[in-house]
Each structure stands twice: as structure tokens, then as C-alpha cells.
Nanobody
């Protein structure tokens, strides 16, 4: 599985961005998908994950502001980010795991895409 993330950029605080992650291969429907982020000098942090069923798991730090969704017909997972804050600035990466559950542990993911930079100015 190869993952290609896009949609990052520079936005002012309070603004919105939508990240996309397109997956190659035939197994997308069987994979749960996740978004993680890493800011400079900080550890990788779980953001959100979505199960094969469509159920979601969202980190408390972004709950109510970020929404994860998937389009199986397009082999794509999305992260809609609203009400962005400067502390959301990070490199955002998507990941896929062979399994149905939307887990938060990055060690449970089998495939990773390259990151996309999100910068939120104050």
C-alpha cells in the first residue's frame, strides 16, 4: 500500500484546511486509516482514525474541530480541520493498518505516507 497525502498549507488561526490521503492497491476497504502529526521537537501524536465500518476515534485535543472521513470508491481518507490553532502546526501523516479498528497507537500501523506541512499563524 502506498499513501499520498496532500492539502497542507499556511492558514490563519480560525481557518480551515482539508487534508487528503489517497491509497494505492486493492485493500483500502480492508484497512483502517489514521492521521498523526508531529511538531518540531515533539513526539508523534495521534489525531484521528477511522475504521473499515466508518466509526471514528478522535483525539481529545482536536475533538469538535477535526473530522475524519473516508471514500472507499476513491481509496481516499480525509481530515477536515476547522477552527485551527497555532498549536495545530505540525507535519501531518496518514497511515494504514491491516485491520478494522480505528486504533490510536502509531505502532499498530503498517503503512505510512509522506507528511504534509500544516502551519497555522496567529
Amino acid at each position: 500500500v502506498q499513501l499520498q497525502a496532500s492539502g497542507g498549507g499556511l492558514v490563519q488561526a480560525g481557518g480551515s484546511l482539508r487534508l487528503s490521503c489517497e491509497a494505492s492497491g486493492q485493500t483500502f476497504r480492508a484497512n483502517s486509516m489514521g492521521w498523526f502529526r508531529q511538531a518540531p521537537g515533539k513526539e508523534r501524536e495521534f489525531v484521528a482514525a477511522i475504521a473499515t465500518s466508518g466509526s471514528t476515534n478522535v483525539a481529545d485535543s482536536v475533538k469538535g474541530r477535526f473530522t475524519i472521513s473516508r471514500d472507499n470508491a476513491k481509496n481516499t481518507v480525509y481530515l477536515q480541520m476547522n477552527s485551527l490553532k497555532p498549536e495545530d502546526t505540525a507535519v501531518y501523516s496518514c497511515a494504514a493498518r491491516v485491520g478494522s479498528a480505528p486504533v490510536a497507537s502509531h505502532g499498530s500501523y503498517d503503512f505510512w505516507g509522506q507528511g504534509t506541512q500544516v502551519t497555522v499563524s496567529s
